[in-house]
């Protein structure tokens, strides 16, 4: 093996915790986001993919793994009790329990027939999103958010921690 007397980079482990405040400024930037009043430093108005918004909300509300959300098909909703089974997350098929603030937006969100994904991705219609593919990429869209909000070094799964952590701080 040509690699057996390098020695290994060893990692440390990351785990960064959104305080109250923090939390604060990205529902604040999220909601501009949505109403389209998102600038940056110069004034420049600053388009956010409303696809992402819904994202980024769903994690924060409910702690599921990015790929979870991104790949959240309406049929894996289960309403009446407030969950979706996904067939296909990372640890294997399971339960994501849906809060009621996540519940209201996924039913605000207005679904073409031909919807598949909750997070619509693809090109995007006159109304929205097609919904027949789900949404791939969130990185330009959490760096722009992410700036604005003045949380530099935050990670979307940083967003998943502060979820844990504050169910765990509850009890």
Do not use: M
Not at 8 to 33: C, I, N, Q, T, Y
Not at 132 to 139: A, M, S
Request: hydrophobic share 35%; net charge positive; with cysteine.
């Amino acid at each position: 093996n040509p690699c057996r007397h390098v020695k290994k980079f060893k990692e440390k482990k990351r785990e960064r915790f959104l305080s109250p405040a923090e939390l604060g400024r990205l529902g604040d930037v999220l909601a501009k986001a949505e109403r389209f009043e998102l600038k940056d430093k110069d004034g420049k108005r600053l388009w956010v993919n409303p696809a992402a918004i819904t994202a980024i909300r769903l994690i924060v509300l409910t702690g599921a793994r990015r790929g979870e959300i991104l790949n959240l098909k309406w049929s894996e909703i289960e309403w009446d009790r407030s969950r979706a089974l996904l067939e296909d997350s990372k640890t294997g098929q399971r339960y994501l329990y849906l809060p009621a603030p996540a519940l209201k937006l996924l039913s605000d969100l207005k679904p073409t027939p031909n919807a598949v994904y909750a997070v619509p991705g693809g090109r995007a219609n006159a109304r929205g999103q097609t919904g027949e593919t789900p949404l791939t990429n969130l990185k330009d869209p959490w760096k722009t958010i992410t700036t604005a909000a003045d949380l530099g070094g935050v990670r979307i799964h940083d967003l998943r921690h502060s979820f844990a952590s504050v169910g765990a701080s509850s009890g």
